[in-house]
Every structure is written in structure tokens, then in C-alpha cells.
């Protein structure tokens, strides 16, 4: 993994319309290719970083600077919702942002069915969302961002809405095509086990205002396995962030 960063926040502060402190002061240099988790209580301002990456709002001080150029970026979202087209199929759903860059349907044919076999829909492409499962149409959801070869992944909550066993069976695939295309992902979750198990880096946020309050490495190998995920080493990176997590979550009022 390179050491450069693809993407630096700079003393970024977000002040909503309404007043609202989203970000203060926050401070960010994200390696290409890295797998960056972002946990932390609810309105810290996850999301928030997500969508200023992504060019979608403005900070109000400081800078987002790239070290790629803006024709070079190439950035895809993935939601919790998978917000599938209910009347087209996993093949047309697939092809959308495609079509919406006006490719023909001649030219996009191979890219999504190559995009379909990544991501183990083959078989299920003349398949409606509505005869698929949770997991199977965030499949879908994962196969409509990857379509557009994007070197940066942006995901909020992708697997929140999901069952443990699907979750933990995405979490692996996603983490074997990570390993395969290296885009650099920015991963929003509330869950630590999925954080540790899929992250070079976990970065634990604070509220009022939002901010990161640490910053861990998770210096293990990849491929990680189920042997991971069971290990001592594996609790303990837990632990550490859990406890980072109640510190940030001290200050919140319930
Ligand atoms: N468009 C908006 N206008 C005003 N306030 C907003 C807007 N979007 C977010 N906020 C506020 O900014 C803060 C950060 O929100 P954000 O959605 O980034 O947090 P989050 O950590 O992703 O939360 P969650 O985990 O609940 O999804 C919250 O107080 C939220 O209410």
C-alpha cells in the first residue's frame, strides 16, 4: 500500500445552515489505496466527511486537497439503502450509472457482466430486486458502484441493515475484491467487529463538535480469515477502539 495520500482534509470545519457544528478542526490524510473505517456516535459528522469527500456540500473553512486530478478521480458511493430501480433488473440496475454517462448498451454489455461475476450475481441477472434478498441486493447496490472502475469507494453503513451471517459473508467478499482492485475505501459503521476485521485504519470520532479522538492502525496481514476474527489480537484491537468509543460517547446525552 502506498503511503501517499490519494486525499488530504485540511482543518476542515462544517457549519450547517441551521448552526449546526457537523466538523471542527478536523484533520485527515487518507493513503491510496487504503481501507479507512470511520466510527463514532450517531451525528458526529460520519456521513458528513463522506459527502465533502465526495464534492457533494461545502466545507465551511479549510481545504480538501487530491493528489490525483479531477479527471483522474473516480469516485462511487454505496448506501445502506440499496435504493434499487424496483422495475428494472439486476442487469439493468447494474448498468444505470452507464447509462446515465451515455454509454451504449453494446459497450457497457461486458463491463457488467464482468461487474456481475466480481460480486457472484451470475445466474441472477435477469433477477427483479423485489425476488432478492438483503444481502443479494446489496450485492447489486456494490456491483452498481464498482460498474463505474472507481478508484475511490465511499460507503455509509453498507451492511447496517443486514442479518450477522450475511454481513460477515459481504464483509469477507468485499474485503477479497478490495484486495483484488485496491480502490481506496472510506467505510462509515457503527459496528467495531467490522471495522477491525476490514480496516488498515479505524478512526474513532467525537460530537459536539465532530472530530476524529484516535486514530488506530490494525497492523495485520491480509487475507484475513475466520482465525482473525477469533484471535486474541483481534479482541484487543476491539477493546482498544470500544474504549476510545465510550470515552466519545461519555459526552453524549441519552
Ligand atoms: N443537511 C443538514 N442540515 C443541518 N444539519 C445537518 C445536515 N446534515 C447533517 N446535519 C447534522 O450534522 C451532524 C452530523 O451529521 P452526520 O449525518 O454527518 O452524522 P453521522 O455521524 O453520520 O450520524 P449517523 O451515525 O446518525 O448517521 C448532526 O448533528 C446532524 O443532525
Avoid at 495485520?220 to 482473525?228: A, L, Q
Wanted: aromatic share 8%.
Amino acid at each position: 500500500m502506498s503511503k501517499h495520500p490519494i486525499i488530504t482534509l485540511n482543518q476542515i470545519t462544517k457549519v450547517y445552515t441551521n448552526g449546526t457544528v457537523a466538523l471542527q478542526d478536523l484533520n485527515l490524510a487518507i493513503p491510496e489505496s487504503q481501507f479507512v473505517s470511520l466510527v463514532g456516535p450517531s451525528g458526529c459528522g460520519k456521513s458528513t466527511v463522506l459527502r465533502l469527500i465526495a464534492g457533494l456540500g461545502r466545507t465551511s473553512s479549510g481545504s480538501i486537497d487530491w493528489s490525483i486530478t479531477q479527471q483522474a478521480r473516480k469516485l462511487a458511493f454505496v448506501f445502506q439503502d440499496a435504493a434499487l430501480m424496483p422495475w428494472a433488473n439486476v442487469r439493468e440496475n447494474v448498468r444505470l450509472p452507464l447509462k446515465l454517462a451515455r454509454m451504449s448498451k453494446k459497450d457497457s454489455q461486458k463491463l457488467v457482466q464482468e461487474t456481475l461475476e466480481l460480486v457472484g450475481l451470475e445466474g441472477f441477472e435477469e433477477n427483479y430486486p423485489r425476488q432478492l434478498s438483503g444481502g443479494m441486493k446489496m450485492r447489486v447496490s456494490i456491483a452498481r458502484a464498482l460498474v463505474t472502475q472507481p478508484n475511490v469507494l465511499l460507503m455509509d453503513e453498507p451492511f447496517g441493515a443486514l442479518d450477522e451471517i450475511t454481513r460477515s459473508k459481504l464483509n469477507g467478499d468485499l474485503l477479497n475484491l478490495w484486495l483484488q482492485q485496491r480502490w481506496t475505501v472510506v467505510f462509515v459503521t457503527h459496528n467495531i467487529y467490522e471495522a477491525v476485521y476490514l480496516s488498515n485504519r479505524v478512526l474513532v470520532m467525537g460530537i459536539s463538535p465532530g472530530r476524529i479522538v484516535a486514530d488506530v492502525e490494525i497492523d495485520v496481514p491480509y487475507p484475513r480469515d475466520d482465525d482473525f476474527r477469533t484471535s486474541l489480537l483481534y479482541n484487543q484491537y476491539c477493546r482498544e477502539i470500544s474504549q476510545h468509543l465510550a470515552k466519545a460517547m461519555s459526552f453524549v446525552p441519552i
